[in-house]
Every structure is written in structure tokens, then in C-alpha cells.
């Protein structure tokens, strides 16, 4: 029962706070509801006033921009008074960033002020125009000057002789080179101004070249004509190394080009830039070729030993004129008329042989190897230095311009019907070597002593059987040396037989009586060889005295025949003296 009354008053507590709390809910009901009409009449009232501040601040934004335009604007007219000192003094030192920066606003400047199209801006736009194409000129003559500051003359001779490249220009230097160049070919049109900065580089390259060059172009002259020997040596002239060098110093250029300039210059500017040291180095050519011209018999081997080097670096010219796209005509002309002078020689010289004077006042009193022999077999030892240039002219010669080769049934031939370049060699040296032969025939004809006759042609037959077996077994065939190792053998037995007269008084004579020997002679036998000791004798000694003075320059030909000679004499003048 208690429990009950305790949760009955629980209850009345309950209600009479849940009553306080429905009042205070309508209160605060009453509260709120007072508070949005408010709020409403506020809204009412503020929207208005935010819409105005909405558009106030907008019309301030335009305001400030519009008041920077025109400040902007008003700069630009100003653009021209601040900047112009700046382009016309040029960059200072290597500092290329601020003067671009410089031209970069008064492009800017002009680029506002043209699209505005206001009339009072035409004069400035006009002056900004002269101010930017001064700013390029600047920048081309900035890109003159660090040019040729890196474009000292050099002597190339140096670096070849001790086998280093020819320099270029260094890496720091090409960079800075090379933004310039970029931005002359692009900002350039951008201004409305067509840059030269790729003739700039042609003229300063070019002309470093032919500087460069010219020393050895000179010396390639020089060696040619102040040589120290009658007849030209291999090598001996400085067109070898002046060909190194163009070739060197022009692949080293084509590298500088191409880090320098933009891509779409660099074949056409490289042509023109080696073009003036090319068409010299055709000049010097052709002069030398000339001057062999007027001295065929002592320069011809000058000509051949510049086709050697034109046709050992022909790979490498043909590299550079690729490069340049454009092959040079100039130096196909001196290719030709090297092949020209060349071509002519070969039956100029066989003509020579041919039309040798034969004089007996020319021949050698003593009957030595004769000059014609000595000098046309030092060319042909030296046409050997020269093998492919020679072989490939002989070939260019073809038929019949200096023998009838194709016409030779036993002139051999390849599988396609082509003849090797070493067979036309070596039948063009056995033409010579046969057109030689019969000339000395010819010469030796005039003498009027077959001893001299046989010594003569013995010696000379001797000097080119020598000289086939120790020079020119491999441009011979076998056949060759064949031919004159039989005619020095018939020439040496002629000369045995000039002693004949003298041997005849020596033949044996046996005296018989009676059917039986006689060991005791008689006074008419007796004398008879008394006589014929001192006919003996008087031969001899006239023999001797004569063919003393005649000469066997060859000590192993000579020793050889002396020993013939004494093969036969002493044996039949022992038996004879025994008799």
C-alpha cells in the first residue's frame, strides 16, 4: 500500500512539471514565431542593399582593371624612351637573357598597340618596329663577333702530323651560338624582320677555312717546283697533306654547323662555307696538273700520285658532298682532267720509245746500259707505286689507244669478258719492255764493232732481265722474263765469238811423219808456231786493250762472262802450250 502511495505521488509530480513544461513550449513557440516575422522584415529589408554591394564591387573590379589597362597602356607609349638605350647599346657581355627580355616587351608593346588600332599609338608602333629591327641587327652583329671570336685560323698541318682532330668550337661557346642563331630564325619573321645570322656564319667559316688552308695550298705549289730531284718522287709534293686537311677541317666544320645552326640551315650554310676553300683546292689541283702537262717525262707521276689520294679519300669527299646535298662539278672537272693527263701519257710515252733518235753519236762509246733502257725502266718502277690509279687508266684507255690489246688473242680476260686491271698492266709493260727492245736492236745496229754490238745489247738485255726479276715479276708474265733471259744468253755467246780470231791460233796441229807422231818439229814448223804465239799474243793484247775500255757496269754479269771467257782460253792454251 505504501508502494502505491509513493508511485501516485510520483505521478502528480510528473504531471505537474509536464504541465510547467507545455507552457514554457508555447512560449518559446510564441518566441520563435515573433523572431521569423522579424526576419522576414529583415531579408526584405537587406536584399536590396546586398544586391547594390554586389554590383558596387564589380563596377570597382572593372574600374581597377580598366584603370591598369590604360596604365599598362600609358607604359607601353612610354616603352619606347625606357627600352631604346638598352637595344641600341646591345647585350653586355654574355648577359643575352635581359636584352632578349628587353625585345621581348617592345614586341609586346607593338602587339597591344596594333590590336587596339588607335591612331595616336600608329607613331609609336612605328618607332617600336625601328627599335626591334635594330635589337636584330644588334643580335646578328652580337652573333658576328662571338663567331669570330672562335674563328681563329689554324694550321692544320700540326694536328695532322701529330694525328689529332682539327678543334672546333668548344661546347659553352656553341650553346651560346646557338640560342642566339635559334631565336634570330624564329623571333626574327615573328618582328616582321628576315635575319641573315646563316650568312654571318658563312662568311666568318668560310673565310677561317681559306685561311686555314692556305699555307698548305701554297706549300702543295712550292714542294712541286723546287723539288730537290729531276724527276718527281712520291710524296714528295704537300698536296697529299693539303687533301687531309680540307677533308678533315671540312668534316670538323660540318660538326660545328650542326651545333650552331637550326637544323633546316645547316646543309645549305655548310655548302657555302666550304664552297671558296673547295674551289681553291680544285685550283691548286688543276695548276699542278697543268705544270705536269708542260713536263710529262718528269711530273707525270704527279698527277698519278694525286689520283692515288683523290681515289683513297673518295669515300670521305663523297661523305661531304652528301652532306652539303649537293655534289661539287668543279671537283669532278679536276677529276678529269687529272684522268686526261694521265690517259695521254701512257702512249705519249710508248711513242717516245718508239721515236728515240737513234744516232751513233748518241749511243755510249763504251757500250753500257744506254739512258732509254736506265730511264724507261725507272718508269715503269714507278708507275708501280701507283697500281690502281694506273690499272683504272689503262682500262679508261681501252683498245687499241696504245696496242691493239683486245685484238692480242692471248690477252686474258675475266668470266664476264671484262679484262683485269692487272693484265692490262702487265701488257702494257711488256709493250714497253718489246717497243724497248726493238729500239736498242735499232741503236746497236750502228755500231760498226760486233764486239760492241753484243756488249751493248748484253748489257742493256742484262740491266732489264735484272730489273724484271727484281721489280716486276709481279706485273710480267712469266713468258717476259723468258724472252730476255734467252737474248741475254744469244748476246753473251755473240760476244764469246768476238774472241774467236784470237782462240783460232791456239787450235791443236799435229805434225805427223811417215804415218808416225813427230816429236821433234822441224825449222818451218818451228816457226809456224812461233807465229802462231805471237799472233795469239798480238790479238790478245789488241782484244784486251780494246774491250778495256769498254764497259760491264753489272759486276755479276761481268765476273760471269770473264768467267766464260776464261772457260775457253786457258784450258785451249795450256793444251796448245803443252803441245
Known amino acids: 500500500m505504501e508502494r502505491l502511495d509513493e508511485d501516485s505521488a510520483d505521478l502528480a509530480f510528473l504531471e505537474e512539471n509536464l504541465k510547467k513544461t507545455e507552457k514554457l513550449t508555447e512560449n518559446m513557440t510564441s518566441m520563435l514565431n515573433v523572431f521569423d516575422d522579424r526576419l522576414v522584415r529583415l531579408e526584405a529589408s537587406i536584399l536590396p542593399i546586398h544586391k547594390s554591394t554586389q554590383t558596387l564591387t564589380k563596377l570597382v573590379d572593372n574600374i581597377d582593371k580598366t584603370r591598369n589597362s590604360v596604365v599598362e597602356i600609358i607604359g607601353y607609349f612610354d616603352l619606347v624612351e625606357r627600352e631604346e638605350v638598352t637595344i641600341k647599346k646591345g647585350p ?10 628587353s625585345i621581348g616587351k617592345c614586341n609586346k608593346a607593338m602587339e597591344v598597340l596594333g590590336a587596339m588600332s588607335l591612331k595616336s599609338s600608329e607613331k609609336i608602333i612605328g618607332q617600336l618596329k625601328q627599335i626591334l629591327k635594330a635589337a636584330m641587327l644588334q643580335l646578328e652583329d652580337l652573333f658576328r663577333l662571338w663567331l669570330t671570336e672562335r674563328s681563329n685560323p689554324i694550321e692544320p698541318l700540326s694536328f695532322i702530323s701529330k694525328k689529332l682532330e682539327i678543334p672546333g668550337i668548344p661546347s659553352a661557346p656553341s650553346k651560346n651560338l646557338a640560342t642566339l642563331s635559334s631565336y634570330l630564325a624564329i623571333t626574327g619573321p615573328e618582328l616582321g624582320y628576315t635575319s641573315e645570322f646563316f650568312k654571318v656564319y658563312i662568311d666568318v667559316r668560310s673565310n677561317y677555312l681559306v685561311k ?47 651545333k650552331i645552326l637550326p637544323s633546316e640551315y645547316v646543309s645549305s650554310s655548310f655548302r657555302d662555307t666550304i664552297q671558296p676553300s673547295l674551289e681553291n683546292f680544285v685550283e691548286i689541283g688543276k695548276t699542278l696538273n697543268n705544270r705536269v702537262k708542260k713536263n710529262m717525262q718528269t711530273d707525270i707521276y704527279l698527277t698519278f700520285d694525286m689520283m692515288e689520294t683523290l681515289n683513297t679519300r673518295m669515300g670521305t669527299f663523297e661523305e661531304i658532298f652528301k652532306l652539303a646535298g649537293k655534289k661539287d662539278t668543279a671537283f669532278g672537272d679536276l677529276l678529269h682532267s687529272l684522268r686526261a693527263v694521265a690517259i695521254r701519257s701512257f702512249p705519249e710515252f710508248l711513242d717516245e720509245i718508239k721515236s728515240h733518235p737513234t744516232k751513233t753519236s748518241g749511243l755510249p762509246n763504251d757500250a753500257t746500259v744506254h739512258e732509254l733502257t736506265i730511264t724507261t725502266l725507272q ?39 671484262r679484262i683485269p686491271g692487272n693484265a692490262v698492266m702487265k701488257h702494257y709493260f711488256a709493250d714497253i719492255l718489246e717497243c724497248l727492245a726493238q729500239s736498242l736492236d735499232s741503236k746497236a745496229r750502228t755500231y760498226k764493232k760486233p764486239a760492241l754490238t753484243s756488249i751493248f745489247l748484253l748489257n742493256n738485255y742484262y740491266y732489264i732481265l735484272k730489273s724484271i726479276r727484281t721489280q716486276f715479276m709481279s706485273v710480267l708474265d712469266p713468258e717476259v722474263e723468258s724472252k730476255f733471259d734467252k737474248m741475254v744468253k744469244k748476246w753473251n755467246d755473240a760476244y764469246q765469238d768476238t774472241w774467236k780470231s784470237c782462240f783460232s791460233n791456239l787450235m791443236d796441229y799435229t805434225w805427223v811423219r811417215g804415218g808416225a807422231l813427230k816429236t821433234t818439229l822441224g825449222s818451218n814448223e818451228k816457226q809456224t808456231v812461233k807465229e802462231k804465239f805471237k799472233n795469239f799474243n798480238t790479238e790478245f793484247d789488241e782484244l784486251y786493250k780494246a774491250h778495256k775500255g769498254y764497259a760491264m757496269p753489272d759486276p755479276e754479269l761481268r765476273n760471269q762472262v770473264i768467267r766464260d771467257i776464261r772457260g775457253v782460253l786457258i784450258p785451249m792454251y795450256n793444251r796448245f802450250l803443252e803441245k
Open 92 to 101: 653586355k657581355g654574355n648577359d643575352l637573357d635581359s636584352y632578349l627580355s
Open 212 to 258: 686555314s688552308l692556305t699555307m698548305l695550298a701554297q706549300a702543295s705549289i712550292s714542294t712541286a717546283e723546287k723539288r730537290s730531284t729531276p724527276v718527281y718522287e712520291k710524296g714528295t709534293c704537300g698536296f697529299n697533306s693539303y687533301t687531309d686537311a680540307v677533308l678533315m677541317m671540312f668534316m670538323t666544320e660540318y660538326g660545328v654547323a650542326e
Open 379 to 417: 718508269h715503269l718502277k714507278r708507275l708501280t707505286d701507283y697500281p690502281e690509279a694506273v690499272e683504272s687508266t689503262l682500262l679508261t684507255l681501252g683498245d687499241g689507244n696504245w696496242n691493239a690489246s683486245e685484238k692480242d688473242p692471248n690477252f686474258s680476260r675475266d668470266r664476264n669478258g
